[in-house]
C-alpha cells in the first residue's frame, strides 16, 4: 500500500472521525501529554487529576531546580572551568530559559489551550474537506506535508537529544574513564551541568544516576523545543491552506451570463447580473467575507497565544547562535564533535520555523489582488461597496507576530542570523 493510499483512502474505515485520529496528532498527542500541555479537557478527553494539576507544578519545578543548579555550577567552579566547558554551560541555561519560559506561557496558559481546542475541533481543515474538490486537493496536500513534517520533526528531535547525551559518553569511554583507575587526574564529562549533593566528577555511581537525569531532561528539553513547534507549524500549515481556498473562491467568482441585445439591426453583447444573479454574489461575497474573518481572527489568537513563547525563542536564536560560532570557532576536534551539530540543529530550525511562518505572510499578500480581479465591473452599487470594504480589509498581509513586535518570518530570521554573525564577529576579535 502507498503512503498516499494509507493517508487518504477509506478514512471511515480507518475510524478518522477526527483530527486526532490522524497518526501525526497522535504523535504530537503522545509527545505533549507526558508534558502535560496536551488540551485533553478542554477537546473532552478524560483528564487524571495528577496531569492536570501535578505535571504543571512539577515540570514547573524542574525547570526551575536545573536553573538555579547551573547557576550555582558556574558560581561554584567559575575559576575551573574551561571556554568550552563555560560556553557550553551558558547555553544550557538559555536552553533552560526557553523551557522555563514554555512551561509558564503554553503549558499554565488557559489561551495557548483555546486555541489548541479550536484548532483541532474547528480550524483544521478536516472540517472543510468537503466544502468543494479544491477544499479536498488542498486538505490532503497539507495533510501529507504535515505527516511527513511530523516524521521529520520526530526523527530530528532523536537525533538531536541522541547525539547531546552519546558524544560526552564516547569521549568518556574513549578516554578510557569507564575503566577501573582510568580517571586518574580527569573526571567524567557530562552533557549537562549542575551542582548536584552528591559527587558525579569521579564517582562511577553518582556519575550514573546524573547521566540518567541528563538523559530525561534532554527527552522533556527536546519535547518543549520541538513538539511545540510542531504544533505551531501545523496550524500554520492549515492557515495557508485555509488562504489557498479562499484565494480559490476569488477567482472561480462566477461571471454573468450573457445577454445579446439587437439594436438598429445590430447585436451588442452586454454583460450583467440578473436580479437572481446578484442575490447570488451578495451570498458568495459574504461567505469570502466571513471566511477571510474567521481566518484573521485565528491568526490574531495564535499570535495572542504564542506571541511570548515567539518572542523568547527568537531572543534564544539571538545569544545562542553568536556562543554557538564561538565554540566551533576554537575549530578543535573536540569542540567541532560536540557544537557542530548542536550549532547546524538549531539554526536549521530557526530557519525552518521562520520559512514556513512566510507562508501565510506570501500567500495573504496575493488576495488583494484576487479581490480585485472579482468581476465588481457587473454588480450593482450596493455588491460593490461591499467589494471596496472587502479590498480595504485585505491591503494588509496577514502575519503571526512575536509579541506583537514583530512578524515571524524570513526577515526576522535573516535580522537574527546576520546580528548573531556581527555579534560573534566583535567578540572573536577581542
Same mark, same amino acid.
Given at each position: ?40 479537557? &478542554?477537546?473532552? &478527553? ?86 468543494? &474538490?479544491?477544499? =479536498? ?19 530530528? =528531535? ?88 479562499? =484565494? ?28 437572481? &444573479? ?36 527568537? =531572543? ?115
Amino acid at each position: 500500500m502507498t503512503l498516499w493510499k494509507f493517508l487518504f483512502e477509506n478514512e471511515a474505515v480507518h475510524g478518522i472521525n477526527t483530527p486526532s485520529d490522524y497518526l501525526y496528532i497522535k504523535i504530537l498527542r503522545f509527545t505533549l501529554v507526558i508534558v502535560g500541555s496536551w488540551p485533553r479537557k &478542554e477537546i473532552g &478527553e478524560p483528564e487524571p487529576k495528577y496531569q492536570a494539576v501535578f505535571l504543571k507544578y512539577f515540570y514547573l519545578g524542574v525547570t526551575g531546580v536545573g536553573m538555579i543548579g547551573a547557576v550555582i555550577y558556574i558560581i561554584k567552579h567559575l575559576g575551573e572551568l574551561s571556554f568550552l566547558e563555560i560556553g557550553h554551560i551558558y547555553i544550557v541555561i538559555l536552553i533552560i530559559f526557553v523551557n522555563l519560559s514554555r512551561v509558564i506561557t503554553l503549558t499554565f496558559s488557559t489561551k495557548y489551550r483555546e486555541v489548541a481546542k479550536t484548532f483541532l475541533t474547528k480550524i483544521h481543515l478536516f472540517f472543510y474537506k468537503d466544502r468543494s &474538490e479544491y477544499a =479536498m486537493k488542498t486538505h490532503r496536500m497539507v495533510h501529507l506535508i504535515s505527516h511527513l513534517f511530523t516524521l521529520c520533526l520526530l526523527v530530528q =528531535m532523536i537525533t538531536g537529544l541522541s547525539f547531546f547525551n552519546l558524544i560526552p559518553m564516547y569521549n568518556n569511554y574513549a578516554a578510557g574513564r569507564y575503566k577501573s583507575g582510568g580517571l586518574k587526574n580527569s573526571s567524567f564529562e557530562h552533557s549537562l551541568y549542575y551542582s548536584y549533593p552528591f559527587n558525579t566528577s569521579t564517582d562511577m555511581r553518582g556519575y550514573i544516576v546524573a547521566c540518567i537525569m541528563h538523559w530525561g531532561l534532554s527527552y522533556l528539553t527536546s519535547t518543549w523545543f520541538c513538539m511545540f513547534d510542531l504544533f505551531l507549524s501545523l496550524m500554520v500549515f492549515n492557515l495557508w491552506g485555509h488562504f489557498r481556498i479562499l =484565494m480559490n473562491l476569488l477567482n472561480e467568482f462566477p461571471r454573468p451570463s450573457s445577454d445579446v441585445i439587437v439594436e438598429n439591426g445590430f447585436n451588442i453583447k452586454l454583460e450583467k447580473y440578473t436580479r437572481e &444573479e446578484l442575490l447570488k454574489v451578495s451570498e458568495r461575497l459574504k461567505e469570502c467575507i466571513l471566511y477571510h474573518r474567521e481566518i484573521v481572527k485565528f491568526t490574531d489568537t495564535m499570535s495572542d497565544a504564542f506571541g511570548p513563547m515567539l518572542f523568547v525563542y527568537y =531572543m534564544f536564536h539571538q545569544a545562542s547562535g553568536c556562543l554557538l560560532l564561538l565554540e566551533c570557532s576554537q575549530m578543535t576536534a573536540q569542540a567541532l564533535m560536540r557544537y557542530a551539530p548542536l550549532t547546524i540543529i538549531l539554526t536549521q530550525q530557526l530557519i525552518q520555523l521562520s520559512v514556513i511562518f512566510e507562508l501565510v505572510g506570501s500567500e495573504s499578500e496575493k488576495l488583494k489582488d484576487a479581490v480585485y480581479g472579482v468581476p465588481w465591473e457587473f454588480m450593482d452599487i450596493k455588491n460593490r461597496r461591499v467589494v471596496i470594504i472587502f479590498l480595504m480589509n485585505v491591503q494588509e498581509p496577514v502575519h503571526v507576530k512575536a509579541l506583537g513586535v514583530a512578524n515571524v518570518g524570513v526577515n526576522s530570521m535573516a535580522m537574527i542570523l546576520k546580528t548573531s554573525i556581527s555579534y560573534f564577529t566583535f567578540l572573536r576579535s577581542m
